[in-house]
């Protein structure tokens, strides 16, 4: 799965700084997201490859148990069981649903699609969290914005082209799995400052392992020794994008380094060429660059807003 979108980021960047955050320095969490980005795309490269030979299912179970035996260490030293106790269970565990399944559907298209395509329809996110933030938070959203959103809508239609002879139905996969993410990011929002950092990471691992341990059964492929080290390798590479984004914040303001992870639309493209072949085509370019810019610009907005709240 690709990075968390702007808005998830700025949503989730409180509690990033319960775990302790150190004294702002803009260019140390400047190269930190950066180089998350490298890391988050890698991942789905990695992901790719392996969603060719196994099941979606399976391979989004090898990401979230590895996802698992690596927080367990963390959670064991932030206080064991009691980091379970979530002052919105209900919600943690909704947001654990959004995330898996933004996972399994992003992975389910992969098969089908370039990463650098999948990856630009999935940057649709951040105009869904706004979308749904007008109803289940309440919030008001400008003219601005909503010619953003529209904006941002013209692009993804440019990639996936409906109603031509270049429209493939999986690109609606990862469409579908950016509406996950952003249901995912509300929820955040809804239940922000109520439980730790920790908490909603032991839940975000739980809820995922479970459910898709409950499906494994119905879609196992036993894998060979390689593909098992590929899905551990898928696991480590996007939890230390995470975890690299958890620490760009502890030394950057989000306004500045959020936006920094559209540059993982390069990183798609180019890892997308030397591992599969695969070469955007001027559609795709067109319509990733259109998505980034409305990005930016509801980051933006985002940003005014806030500073006029203060």
């Not at 979230?64 to 035996?69: I, R």
């Not at 064991?80 to 959004?98: A, D, F, N, W």
Request: aromatic share 10%; proline share 5%.
């Amino acid at each position: 799965m690709v990075t968390p979108s702007i808005a998830e980021k700025a949503a989730s960047a409180p509690e990033a700084d319960l775990s302790g955050k150190a004294a702002p320095s803009q260019f140390r969490g400047t190269i930190l997201m950066v180089v998350s980005t490298v890391f988050f795309a890698c991942s789905d490269v990695v992901t790719k490859e392996l969603a060719g030979k196994l099941p979606a299912i399976e391979v989004a179970w090898l990401r979230y148990v590895t996802f698992l035996l690596l927080v367990i260490p963390l959670l064991l030293t932030s206080g064991g069981g009691s980091v379970l106790r979530s002052h919105r269970p209900g919600l943690q565990v909704l947001r654990g649903l959004g995330m898996v399944g933004s996972a399994l559907l992003f992975t389910a298209g992969l098969p089908y699609l370039p990463v650098a395509e999948a990856t630009a329809i999935y940057f649709i996110s951040p105009i869904v969290i706004m979308a749904l933030s007008i109803p289940f938070l309440g919030e008001m959203v400008g003219w601005r914005r909503w010619s953003a959103a529209f904006v941002g809508l013209v692009g993804v239609l440019l990639i996936i082209r409906p109603g031509t002879s270049a429209f493939e139905m999986a690109a609606l996969l990862p469409l579908l799995g950016a509406t996950c993410w952003a249901i995912a990011a509300v929820v955040t929002r809804k239940m922000s400052g109520r439980d730790q950092a920790a908490t909603t990471l032991a839940y975000s691992a739980l809820v995922g392992v479970v459910l898709l341990t409950v499906l494994l059964p119905f879609a196992w492929v036993t894998p060979d020794w390689h593909e098992i080290a590929l899905g551990l390798g898928m696991g480590v590479l996007s939890t230390m994008g995470h975890w690299l984004v958890i620490l760009a914040y502890r030394h950057a303001n989000a306004s500045t380094i959020a936006p920094l992870s559209y540059v993982q639309l390069l990183w798609a493209g180019v890892l997308g060429y030397l591992v599969f072949g695969s070469v955007p085509d001027s559609w795709t370019v067109a319509g990733a660059a259109i998505i980034a810019l409305s990005g930016l610009y509801t980051a933006y907005r985002e940003r005014v807003r806030a500073g006029s709240k203060t």
